[in-house]
């Protein structure tokens, strides 16, 4: 039985379910899609508004990040956490090929 992990970091993405999915399909296929939060000039939480300082390399806006991994997968044992420190992190159990 094969295992497969895959790591995206995703910095600036929010870790709101209404922002973020996870496609896992069973061809080995991962599709995730969110929107990003960096490359702002401002920032607003908690009624608060942020001038950033910084200059990132990703654009603001929607994003996909599509991920194939080596072979089929049993898509309903899917493990996907996206965790604190921005990190998208999924583990996947092989299919055996028929």
């Known amino acids: ?26 061809d080995g296929r991962i599709l995730i899609k969110g929107e990003s939060a960096t490359g702002e000039s401002t920032f607003c939480k908690n ?6 300082k910084t200059r990132n390399l990703c654009p603001s806006g929607e994003f996909t990040v599509s991920i194939q991994l080596p072979g089929p997968i049993d898509h309903l044992t899917s493990d996907c956490v996206f965790g604190t420190d921005g990190i998208f992190e999924g583990v996947m159990v092989g299919r055996n090929k028929i």
């Open 1 to 26: 039985m094969d295992v497969y992990l895959f790591r995206v970091s995703l910095p600036g993405v929010t870790r709101d379910e209404k922002v973020i999915s996870c496609e896992v399909r069973p």
């Open 47 to 52: 009624s608060m508004v942020f001038k950033m």
